[in-house]
């Protein structure tokens, strides 16, 4: 297992012992609506940190982002909805598909015919998905 493997390992046992039987009362009550405020809150504190060029900060930050969606996974998978890995699936699938000139070869003429392209694909997932 690479080194980032193990740190994130690290970090989904911390969040499950924050949220198991002996854990943190506070961690334990959270909820995904619950915690939408800190959400915001610490994308705000990104973004100015990246403004700021603040490289520590930035980093904290990504750090306190990466706790909340980990703790919104976890949440997600004790109620049977989905997990992490379907996350990463997910995102990775999605990039994909939105990078055909990328992944599949598909020529290009200019920035402006790509961003239709992606604006086409994402109007094509948004169709599939009412569907």
């Not at 002996?22 to 009550?29: A, I, Q, T, V, Y």
């Not at 949440?75 to 992944?103: A, Y």
């Amino acid at each position: 297992m690479t080194n980032t493997n193990l740190l994130l390992q690290e970090l989904f046992t911390t969040i499950q012992t924050l949220r198991g039987k002996n854990g943190c009362p506070w961690d334990k009550r959270q909820t995904s609506q619950s915690l939408i405020k800190y959400i915001k809150s610490e994308s705000e504190e990104l973004i100015q940190a990246i403004e700021n060029a603040d490289k520590d900060n930035t980093c904290e930050e990504l750090g306190d982002l990466l706790y909340l969606i980990i703790m919104l996974t976890e949440i997600s998978k004790e109620r049977g909805h989905f997990q992490f890995p379907d996350v990463l699936q997910t995102i990775n699938e999605k990039l994909i598909r939105r990078h055909p000139h990328v992944f599949a070869g598909t020529p290009y003429a200019s920035e402006k015919e790509l961003a239709d392209q992606w604006k086409a694909i994402k109007a094509a997932e948004k169709k599939k998905l009412s569907i």
